[in-house]
């Protein structure tokens, strides 16, 4: 992140400068693929990867590729629609599926499908996009946050499991009246989180023990005490279970609905979006926000200033550990009510690819997190319906943060001009002895 | 030029952190916790009775008689020793290798302690060989992933996508094996593919300049899902022609493989664990004591000064990253044609991450690397054993005990560890 010179500030200069018409500035600002470009295509690209990739490996298109050269017609035929029909039902199972509108519209009275719940289903792909973001959005903030300030946080998943395990505990341990109820429990997930990423804070300013590392192994070491809290009864285990599995929490301690018991979308995602808020407002409008991106810039020159440098690290990772552990708590109250195994998914991974989509900063991540909770949202639509395995998502993924984050590449792909004052460097190393 | 010089000035900096009184004490105090440990938690509640460790075999041609303990007392004199230690350490000046020594001391005793405790009253003997036989075995995808590292590391490139080496090494050849029915080819393949996701981290890292430690991740998820994918869509339906790899069999060298104790542990293994062998001497020979090795260092810790010298610093990066693949491929093999045989999604679990971290454990060296993997190995299978010697401790936390210990050791004893100058900083030619 060397140069933060941003293409669209650019752009502006160039207005001041030269006067050219808006269209020539649009032009301009595409051909020399500026980060909104580059996004775009990156994302283009992979899809397309996806695409090929599927048509490449079902077994009915391979039996179809079987029979090429007496019908090549159809092979490609069949190649083209297994790649697109999966795509087309991740779409419908995420954005928007035109048989709910046809179904709408075929109710005798609109206030009679609003209320036997036909409008929902039209709402609820982007429903479950939105439900599936929360985590996403929020763990990215708890991986971008640290990277602003130089520090790479790998350890998501410990801190989810921690706010979770905390959420989950005073969801059900103890009985409050309605509001207080979750606001106890989200704030619990806050701190249940807040710990884990300080430990990691203070690990390394106090014995220099690197984040990487003591994250990695927390991760583990987290899984395996939900396993063992959720092995006996007197610890979190649902009484009468023989599952790994904990009590339900109570109702009060559920987030509320945001429109209607048909949709899953809570107030999480409001939580999501607040944090985003808050982080973008620490991180470029506070003096510690301040101190934050110059220790990630330079640490030894943020000494020198007379900043703290490991007291600013323990303060970064206690946040972002909270953050993740909000995500966790969203996760627990909003939608599953009980912890499992199940329970934290892969949030902690899809956080770095999120924060990394995301640029590092909390628009983007919110951007991100939209995306790949998309995704996340149609992938089981798409297995049902074409057998495409769920695990495309994660391909597609990755995929799609590779090419973001080496711009020349997609630039180099689609004959794009380098941007002129600069331009997006990509993600730059900095490296990690620091 | 100046960028770069810039960078490496600021990492001489940040790396002379204040050293506090915290940190000199925190050696000792670790160890005098330990000790605790071994008096009041093993040896206070070890059942009574003697702990009896056998060291051979059944069918062994020579045996080693069983060594009997009494259980609750050698508890005792482990932790005195260690307690003893964390004084000299405190107080006596120790020279680097001595302070290394008593480390190893320490683990030792509480190591010793624990199979006392566990073992103390049971009437069978706790097998030592079977330990760390199996612990060898445990390790080798670890080792084999750590010598990646350190290869990569000292080229100045770091490399987090040593999971997703395993992963797709792993993949590859159970595919090949069953295809083929050759498991050489199938060895051969797995280590090109780990070689391939070589090829992807040197592009983008080298040539891309993308962040290293993020582009691993992503790489990782990007083996995850495309071999998860290609398992759910290829591998479960045609299981019995994609999917069913035979194993290599063990292999005893002959006089070698019979010696007691030893025999056993090093020389009667599959050729995954002489390839380790082999592995461990080419790069700690290679890298320390031939032309190759000096530039890689030269690349690693100032690329500037290499090239000055007429080094290609980019080329030499690529090449290295790459052949480094192939080493971690033919660590992930092993979960497939070396073990189990048949390929299953996420079948690495994360050992990719521990070897990065044995390799940061282990100083970037060879030596100190395979030291740390074997110690993951080690408590990895440790934990299998004593699962089933009905030790009143719960599996889980036995499983989480390795990283614990990770995480402990790290930070108590080990602390900041210096890494290659230019590690993680991409070159830029001016």
Known sequence: MSDQASPVGAAAVQKKQTRPGPGRIIRDSILEGNTVTVTVLAIFTAFVVGGLLNAFTNTTVLHAWGNLFSDPGHAIATAWDTAVGAYIEMFEGSIFNPHTVSALFQQASFSAAIHDGYLSAVFYPLSETCVQATPLILAGLAVALPYQAGLFNIGAQSQIIGGMIFATYLGYGVSLP????????????????????WLVGELKARTGAHEVIVT????????????????????????????EISAAIAGNAHLPLLFGSHLRINAGFLVALACALAIWWLLSRTTTGFEFRSIGKNPSAARVAGMNVERTWVLVMLIAGGLAGLAGATVIQGTDFTVNFQSYGTYGIDAITVALLGLGRPLGVVLAGLLFGALHAGAPLMQAVTGTPVD??????????????????????????????????GVMSKGWNA | MTIAGNVLTDQALVNEAPVSTFRRWLAPATFVAFGLIDIFVLGGYSHKGDATFAFSQPFAKVTVPNLQLAAAATCYVCGGISIALALARAFAPLSKLMRRVTIGLVLFLLVLALLCWADAGQTTAFNIVNLLQGT????????????TGVICSRSGVINVAIEGQLLLGAFTAAIVATVTGSLWLGLVCGALAGSLVGVLLAVFAIGYRVDQVVLGVV???????????????????????????A??????????????????????????????YLALAGVQVGLFSTRWGLRTRAIGEHPIAADTVGINVIAMRYRNVIAAGLIAGVGGAYFTIGSVGAFGADMTSGE??????????????????ISAALLFGFTTQLQSIMSTLNTPIQSN?????????????????VGKVRGPRAEGIPYIKS
């Open chain 2, 219 to 245: 790489l990782n998820t990007l083996v995850l899902g495309l071999t998860g994918y290609l398992f759910d869509g290829l591998m479960v339906p045609y299981q019995n022609t994609l999917n069913s790899p």
């Open chain 2, 352 to 369: 990719g991450y521990i070897a990065l971290a044995a390799m940061i454990f282990g100083r970037y060296t060879p030596i100190g690397a």
């Open chain 1, 216 to 243: 990695i192994m927390l991760n583990y070491v987290m899984i395996y005490l939900l396993a063992y809290l959720l092995s006996f009864p007197y610890l979190m285990q649902a009484p009468h279970s023989s599952n």
């Open chain 1, 392 to 425: 495309m998502v994660e391909v597609l993924q990755a995929v799609i943060v590779l090419f973001v984050a080496a711009p020349p590449l997609i630039r180099a792909i689609y004959r794009l001009r380098a941007a002129s004052a600069g331009g997006v460097g």
């Open chain 2, 247 to 276: 194993t290599f069999s063990a292999i005893k060298i002959p006089l070698l493989g019979d010696i007691p104790i030893i025999g056993p542990i090093f020389f009667d293994a599959t050729i995954f664990l002489y390839l380790t």
């Open chain 2, 397 to 413: 936390l036995l499983l989480a005990l390795p990283y614990a210990i990770t995480i402990i050791v790290l930070a108590g004893l």
């Open chain 2, 136 to 147: 060898l075995g445990q390790s080798i995808p670890i080792m084999l992933g750590a010598l």
């Open chain 1, 178 to 197: 309605v509001v207080v109820h979750v606001v106890v429990c989200v704030i619990g997930g806050f701190v249940g989180g807040a710990f884990m990423g």
